[in-house]
């Protein structure tokens, strides 16, 4: 099992930045690509961006050029580092571990970002 715990959420004003942290323990030896997704509130779940274990990324449209995923392998620990928010970023950002072999994804509990006008 694989358990992730999110951190670095919180109030910003648009413009601002925030940083996420998620750190994963159990059975990391198996995890491949790691993740952000976020959900607003009466919307789906999307991707915002992922990192593998070779440091390929991968971002959304919506977020290109603002945010930047990145991991440190021997902390077990990704990042979302946040830039030039916007309101429509305001959502709960969840942390998605997707092991190697089975292709099982994990989440995290996710973190409320909230950015004001």
């Known amino acids: 099992q694989v358990q992730l715990v999110e951190s670095g959420g919180g109030l910003v004003q648009a413009g601002g930045s925030l940083r996420l942290s998620c750190a994963a323990s159990?059975?990391?030896?198996?995890?491949?690509?790691m993740g952000w997704y976020r959900q607003a509130p009466g919307k789906q779940r999307e991707l915002v961006a992922t990192?593998?274990?070779?440091?390929?990324?991968t971002y959304a449209d919506s977020v290109k050029g603002r945010f930047t995923i990145a991991r440190d392998n021997a902390k077990n620990t990704v990042y979302l580092q946040m830039n030039s928010l916007k309101p429509e970023d305001t959502a709960v950002y969840i942390c998605?571990?997707?092991?190697?072999?089975?292709?099982?994804?994990?989440w995290g509990q996710g973190t409320q970002v909230t950015v004001s006008s």
């Open positions: 159990g059975s990391i030896f198996s995890i491949n690509v």
């Open positions: 998605n571990a997707q092991e190697r072999f089975t292709g099982v994804g994990h």
């Open positions: 990192i593998s274990s070779g440091s390929f990324t």
